[in-house]
């Protein structure tokens, strides 16, 4: 299977001119799952913490929007025997939350990639943001791949809120400059660029006050390390200021 990483948008994601249909049409082209593991910007816990492994109620976990959004149902099945085997791939040093359901860095794009939620999936916590032991984590989970499991890291490729702008082509210079920035790194496999952005990226505090949300990003490249000549960006544009750059592997 392939890996991504998506910039995955908040509640009303869903009512975007084109950001639904391309995240669906991004499923599309992808071989159909046997199960999916995502990993949120939204639920950070060290050890790495498992899910629910069964069908539980989301995790809205958000506020002050319309009431729809908290209606949104995702009754995707659990996947015990894929946790299971997250277990075993990373040694034991996991704990559990049977409880948590998928939060909105989950459930939403998977609502506009597989609507008919049919297809287990498991949610696991970003255990660190350091980019080194996320690339780590992702290289241990990546023998998933040839199981059938649609390894996301879902995240927002710049994350700003107090930066945002009220239309999709107000963008912030150091948005666009930190957007260039990673294309170009990106489609170098320029690898050791992305993991020290801190240092090598233009205004990297100003894109990512807190980097919880490019986090996922390390996830997805180590799941992917030995298909990074396929690395390509599926996705890009902006939303209210913010880069959606969405990246595949695989």
């Known amino acids: 299977m392939p890996v991504l990483y998506l910039s995955h948008g908040a509640p009303p994601l869903i009512d975007h001119a084109t950001w639904p249909a391309e995240l669906a049409a991004w499923a599309g082209d992808l071989p159909r799952p046997t199960a999916i593991l995502i990993v949120s910007a939204h639920w950070e816990s060290a050890p790495v913490t ?7 109620p989301l995790v809205y976990d958000f506020w002050g929007f319309d009431q729809r959004y908290y209606d949104v149902r995702y009754p995707a099945p659990g996947a015990p025997d894929l946790a299971a085997r997250v277990r075993a791939l990373l040694g034991g040093a996991v704990t559990d939350e ?22 287990p999936v498991l949610q696991v916590s970003v255990p660190t943001l350091d980019p080194r032991e996320l690339l780590e984590f992702g290289r241990k989970l990546a023998p998933l791949r040839e199981e059938g499991v649609l390894l996301i890291g879902s995240g927002f490729f710049t994350h700003n809120l107090r930066a945002l702008t009220g239309d999709d082509r107000q963008v ?3 948005t666009a400059e930190f957007d260039d920035w990673g294309r170009e790194a990106l489609d170098a496999r320029n690898i050791d660029a992305l993991l020290d952005f801190e240092h090598t990226a233009p205004a990297p505090r100003l894109a990512h006050p807190r980097t919880e949300h490019f986090a996922p990003l390390f996830f997805t490249l180590g799941a992917g390390l030995d298909d990074l000549d396929s690395l390509r960006t599926v996705i890009d544009g902006y939303w209210l200021g913010m880069a959606r750059r969405s990246v595949q592997l695989g």
């Open 98 to 119: 049977p409880e948590r359901g998928l939060d909105h860095g989950a459930y939403v794009p998977l609502t506009q990639m597989y609507p008919d939620a049919d297809i």
């Open 50 to 56: 498992i899910g629910a492994t069964r069908t539980v």
């Open 172 to 174: 912030h210079s150091f």
